[in-house]
């Protein structure tokens, strides 16, 4: 079993709509949690990061961390067809670092 | 701003062959690390190098060596490929190897494509 489990989608929305990605974990030792955008053909870039649990903001998008059930999830609000990627959660424990944990990724196709 | 860029964009090889992939970056990072990403399995770290001079194996580390050229570069090496080495390869950089509450993300390049025949 994969330390961290995340669908791989394909998760097909309209646009407007909120997109809901989550993953979930077995190290109860992870402690950064972070969510990046992979766009077709490019490395992924940073979107959201948060330390330990809680929720965290940023513009349109939404981080949440909860350590009890060892799930973490991705909001997206008022999507956009730019906003069409793959998502990808990455964790992370102290001792390791930069040298992170990432789930498979989840395919996100905003239509218009 | 270049960022990460690695070299080649596209490969194709027969088994048994051998490559270097190039990285460099130029947002005088300290740390740089080598990952790569096939269907499903999402990226699995082969090595890194938390600072000049040293390297260390990630998880998937067997069929490859890397060189930390200096602290722009870092190299990875195919002695002989394989098929099942077949994948995406992303270099990264960060500004540290720690993780800390504040953020230090890996800022990735746009990939190698590599294919063993």
């Known amino acids: 079993q994969k330390e961290v489990e995340q669908d791989p989608g394909p998760l097909s929305v309209p646009e407007g709509a909120i997109v809901s990605l989550n993953c979930t974990y077995s190290?109860?030792?992870?402690?950064?949690f972070m969510w990046y955008r992979q766009y077709s053909r490019k490395g992924p870039e940073l979107l959201m990061y948060t330390y330990s649990s809680g929720n965290k903001e940023d513009g349109r998008f939404t981080a949440q961390v909860d350590k009890s059930s060892k799930y973490i999830s991705l909001f997206i609000r008022d999507s956009q067809p730019s906003d069409s990627a793959t998502y990808l959660c990455?964790?992370?424990?102290?001792?390791?670092?930069?040298?992170?944990?990432f789930g498979g990724g989840t395919r996100v196709l905003v239509k218009p | 701003n270049a960022g990460v860029t690695q070299t080649p964009k596209f490969q194709v090889l027969k088994t048994g062959q051998s490559m270097t992939l190039q990285c460099a970056q130029d947002?005088?990072?300290?740390?740089m690390y080598w990952y790569r990403q096939d269907p499903g399995m999402g990226l699995r770290l082969i090595y890194y190098?938390?600072?000049?001079?040293?390297?260390d194996k990630g998880e998937v580390p067997n069929g490859y060596n890397v060189s930390r050229l200096n602290k722009r570069e870092f190299s990875l090496r195919l002695e002989s490929a394989a098929p099942s080495q077949t994948s995406v390869y992303f270099c990264?950089?960060?500004?540290?190897?720690?993780?800390?509450?504040?953020?230090?993300?890996?800022?990735f390049g746009n990939g190698t494509r590599l294919t063993v025949t």
């Open positions: 990264a950089s960060s500004g540290s190897d720690r993780v800390t509450a504040y953020n230090s993300p890996l800022h």
């Open positions: 190290n109860s030792a992870f402690q950064y």
């Open positions: 990455a964790m992370s424990v102290p001792a390791a670092g930069n040298k992170l944990t």
């Open positions: 947002m005088n990072h300290n740390s």
């Open positions: 190098s938390a600072s000049e001079g040293t390297t």
